[in-house]
């Protein structure tokens, strides 16, 4: 669990070096990575970015990119969608 941790935040701050194309993506794996370990730890997916943020680590810049998710049910995974902002 804590590898997994660790590899997320890894993303994470790769994202902040600079914003490249593949930014978007990366997130978007971190996202369903944080999501997918909630789920292995707890049983439920989070309900939303902000439990991941808090319990999880996850950080990302917020006026770089929107974040949509989308939890239909705590068993199911959630729709993540992530959209890069305009400068």
Do not use: W
């Not at 996202?31 to 902000?50: H, K, M, N, Q």
Request: charged share 25%.
């Amino acid at each position: 669990m804590l590898a997994m941790l660790l590899c997320v935040l890894a993303a994470v701050s790769r994202l902040e070096s600079g914003r490249e194309r593949l930014g978007r993506q990366r997130l978007e794996d971190a996202l369903r990575r944080t999501a997918v370990s909630c789920y292995a730890c707890e049983g439920a997916y989070p309900p939303d970015v902000a439990y991941m943020q808090e319990h999880y680590g996850l950080q990302y810049d917020k006026t770089a990119y929107t974040v949509r998710y989308e939890l239909f049910a705590s068993n199911l995974m959630p729709d993540i969608t992530v959209l890069e902002n305009m400068p």
